[in-house]
């Protein structure tokens, strides 16, 4: 089983005078297992559902909205790096077979050949099957 996303997460609070009138609580979310990147996704999502309920008593309605968003936003960050990596992967071993679509384009037009619209058509076709090969 995945470890918990929560785990080892603080939520600091620092309450204002304004509070909860005129001005929501400055916030921070914190946790040592989680990227920077994430941690700022979610700093930012609990500021603008803060900014949302000015006016009313909002820290433990931001506990609860943590406890479900946190998942749902960690889950995001991971299916994003991992396309990431994907695509890192197939442009590395695209380069590492020779294949790069950008350099026959090139290489047709230095020619003095035009690239006629089936041709490129055809050329994107090639790409996208390379591609589909490694995904399988």
Not at 29 to 49: C, D, G, H
Not at 115 to 130: D, F, H, I, S, T
Request: proline share 6%; hydrophobic share 40%; charged share 30%.
């Amino acid at each position: 089983t995945a470890p918990s996303k929560l785990e080892g997460s603080k939520l600091h609070v620092f309450c204002r005078s304004t509070y909860p009138i005129l001005a929501p609580p400055l916030l921070l979310f914190t946790n040592p297992t989680l990227a920077p990147s994430l941690l700022r996704k979610i700093n930012t999502a609990l500021i603008e559902k803060a900014k949302e309920m000015i006016g009313e008593p909002i820290v433990f309605a931001l506990m609860e909205y943590l406890s479900e968003e946190v998942p749902v936003l960690y889950d995001d960050f991971v299916r994003e790096q991992r396309a990431k990596e994907m695509a890192a992967e197939q442009l590395r071993l695209r380069k590492l077979a020779g294949h790069d679509i950008d350099k026959v384009i090139e290489a047709q037009y230095e020619s003095g050949g035009q690239l006629g619209r089936r041709q490129r058509a055809k050329l994107r076709a090639a790409e996208k099957a390379y591609d589909r090969d490694e995904q399988l």
